[in-house]
């Protein structure tokens, strides 16, 4: 009985103990299973994240594309303002600067002289009426020399430079062995414009010969004429008739041709200053 009754008690402590072992590998599984339908979960959560991400990002990619848009749109918006207002401020500064015209020679020195013409009396009034006239269209224009004044050649170029001129247009007249010479030449310097300067010469050349009628003889460098290597803005000289010709002397002598040269020059550094104007 009391052998019985031990088996019997082994026995069950042998149930009890595969019970146990079988409730743990049950919880172990259940753990598992959770711990695996968790994962499954959050993968899936993952992956539609992802595919709602990877839907929305065209919008995104538009939305940041519109904005580049506009941000170029409004940088290209404000660079044209700014390129207007350099236009305008650049126009602005060149109508306070001053054109400076020179009368070539002037007192003691009278350069050429033909019958008792004077060639500095004739580069005095044709600057004169050339300042007048820029005047009357609104430009600040003033003469190297004043009056019958001698000015040294280098200070008529400082004296543009210390004012920062904005173009310097020297006035002379030519003269030649050969009596039947005649017409207009323009110089252009070697400074460190002469880019400018040979595009101011070549204009005021060809408005003045249209202007005149008179024969067109040169357009050229040259790097000894001190007035227009000295100066720093754009220069030219211009010889608007030779005194030795008799025509064009007397021609010269009238004020009706001083007009038309002048306003051949005029018209020139108009179109240097406006390239649109008159075109
Ligand atoms: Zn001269």
């Known amino acids: 009985m009391y052998k019985r009754a ?3 008690y082994r026995a069950r402590g042998r149930d009890e103990r595969r019970k146990k072992a079988l409730r743990t590998a049950v919880w172990i599984l259940m753990i598992v299973c959770i711990m695996t339908v968790c994962m499954v979960m959050a993968m899936k959560t993952k992956a539609s994240q992802a595919v709602a991400a990877e839907a929305k990002a065209p919008e995104t990619v538009l939305a940041g594309r519109k904005e580049s848009v506009i941000i170029a749109a409004r940088d290209t918006a404000s660079k044209l303002l700014r390129v207007g207002e350099a236009s305008k401020a650049r126009l602005e500064e060149e109508a306070a600067r001053v054109i400076v015209i020179d009368a070539g020679h002037g007192g003691m020195d009278g350069g050429c002289v033909f019958d008792g013409v004077l060639e500095k009396d004739i580069n005095r009034q044709i600057a004169g009426e050339v300042v007048r006239k820029l005047r009357d269209r609104g430009y600040k224009a003033e003469l190297a020399r ?3 004044d001698y000015v040294e050649k280098i ?8 004012n920062n001129a904005l173009l310097y247009v020297s006035i002379h007249q030519n003269s030649c062995e050969y009596a039947e010479v005649s017409g207009i030449e323009t110089w252009y310097g070697a400074n460190r414009a002469s880019a400018e300067s040979r595009r101011l010469a070549a204009l005021i050349q060809q408005e003045t010969v249209d202007s005149t009628g008179a024969v067109s003889r040169e357009l050229a460098s040259d790097s000894e ?7 720093h803005m754009p220069a030219c000289l211009i010889e608007t008739g030779f005194l030795s010709n008799k025509d064009e002397r007397e021609k010269l002598c009238t004020p009706a041709y001083r007009e038309r040269i002048a306003e051949g020059i005029v018209r020139g550094i108009e179109r240097y200053l406006d390239p649109d104007a008159g075109a």
């Open 6 to 8: 031990r088996r019997r």
């Open 146 to 148: 004043q009056g019958d």
């Open 155 to 162: 200070d008529r170029a400082a004296y543009a430079n210390r």
């Open 225 to 231: 004429l001190c007035v227009i290597n000295k100066s």
